[in-house]
């Protein structure tokens, strides 16, 4: 990729090779198909294919569906794939071994499980979220309260309220972890523990969390989570989804979707629904196997990865980033926490003119994306992304903004998908 123009820094490109090169999460990008001459920052919102993927949904196409047919369910395993999955996503977010299921959407496992927790919690009539949480997740939850009993609500404070806010009449706080817009992070363990301490029960969003920060549900006691796989765990546009139900839950919490795979034998297709024993009553329809065996694939990934190791690296790369722009670039404020422990693995910034700006980047190479009403996000995904790519992107930055490049008509024409 050719740049516009040097960045007027002490720090040297080579300097950052440097770091490249005795990088131990370095060997992972060769494990990902990535375009020739892109800087793709924008895993947080979908992340690249890895190399794995084709042939093993390939081999699913041809081989198993294809030649098997039917009998695929039984020889290479189908049914037991949420599980399998679940597991794998388990180790990432500090989950205990058969808490976890791959199936569905994030918005329809989070129905699930607040109409499982309210149930759980009666007498009580307040979600407590946050107005940085994902509109999805209020939308649902709004619902969710309306379908339960007489006087349930949805409650949203401001993100630095919600500590105070978790009262005596709060059933469920419910909120993500990590701001889809600023990348800030919030404390799950002492918001949890609050939670418990006020009777509430807990429930966080892992999609801007899992593959991205350290996440400790049993360490920090956590009741139910869920979260998307198509962001930082790589699994594809439309990927299952994940959820969590804590084993304490398990036995008393009951999923509002009785679909027949959570029934306790859905082979005898009974006409009176028992939910089946453990996380497994939380599947609702046949799994969606195109799509769960590429996210198995691209779970692969992360076999023997430390999740300390991406943590250190994502700070990193967000503090050069937010430093290199700082130095290089006018115009901008920074949306996202300056504490590199205050924030996910995004750097968010704020410019009113930051669609455009956004767009002229893609087209250079550099694939952020943009959130209304003002802000640019740049994810940094350590297992792809180089320190050598941070400096890179912040020329094509400066370059886009010194000839004012984002003019352009066609940057600033609104796509459907923004």
């Known amino acids: ?122 007498g009580r009539t307040t979600i407590l979220s946050d107005s940085g949480n994902f509109p999805t997740d209020l939308y649902i939850g709004s619902c969710a309260a309306a ?42 363990a002492a918001i949890t523990a609050r939670a418990h301490g006020k009777g509430a029960l807990m429930l966080w969003d892992l999609a801007h969390s899992a593959g991205a ?55 005898a297709f009974d006409l009176d629904y028992r939910p089946a024993e453990g996380i497994g009553r939380f599947i609702c329809g046949t799994p969606n196997m195109l799509s769960l065996v590429a996210l198995d694939a691209a779970l692969d990934v992360w076999d023997g990865v430390d999740m300390a190791a991406i943590r250190t690296k994502s700070m990193v790369l967000g503090d050069l980033f937010i430093r290199l722009v700082e130095q290089e670039c006018e115009g901008f404020v920074l949306a996202s926490p300056r504490a590199a422990a205050a924030r996910g693995s995004q750097v968010s910034l704020r410019h009113p003119e930051g669609y455009a700006i956004v767009q002229a980047l893609i087209a250079r190479g550099v694939i952020g994306d943009f959130r209304a009403p003002d802000v640019l996000r740049f994810g940094f995904c350590p297992l792809y992304v180089r320190h050598a790519d941070v400096w890179d992107a912040v020329a094509h930055l400066k370059a886009v903004m010194a000839a004012g490049e984002w003019r352009r008509p066609e940057f600033r024409a609104r796509a459907k998908v923004t």
């Not at 790589?234 to 304490?248: D, I, K, Q, S, T």
């Open 1 to 122: 990729m050719t740049l516009a123009m040097p960045l007027a820094t002490s720090l040297r490109r080579a300097d950052l090779e440097a770091l490249d090169a005795v990088d131990p999460l370095a060997g992972k990008r060769g494990e990902f198909l990535l375009p020739e001459g892109v800087i793709y920052l924008d895993g947080n919102s979908l992340g690249p294919l890895p190399a794995a993927v084709p042939a093993r949904v390939e081999n699913l196409i041809r081989r198993q569906w294809g030649e098997d047919l039917i009998v695929s369910w039984n020889k290479h395993g189908w049914m037991d794939l949420p599980g399998k999955v679940g597991n794998r996503i388990a180790r990432l977010i500090g989950a205990e071994p058969g808490s976890v299921i791959s199936a569905d959407s994030t918005s329809v496992n989070l129905f699930k499980l607040v109409c499982a927790a309210l149930a759980l919690n009666p």
């Open 147 to 188: 379908l339960m009993a007489a006087g349930v609500s949805l409650r949203i404070v401001a993100p630095e309220a919600v500590l105070d806010a978790i009262d005596g009449d709060t059933a469920l706080v419910m909120l993500t972890g990590v701001d889809y817009r600023t990348g800030r992070l919030h404390d799950m």
């Open 213 to 267: 920060v350290p996440v400790d549900l049993v360490g920090c006691d956590v009741d139910f989570a869920v979260g998307c796989t198509y962001k930082y765990l790589n699994g594809g546009p439309g990927a299952p989804a994940f959820l969590y139900v804590a084993p304490r839950h398990q036995a008393a919490a009951r999923s509002p979707l009785s679909g027949w795979l959570g029934h306790e034998a859905p082979f």
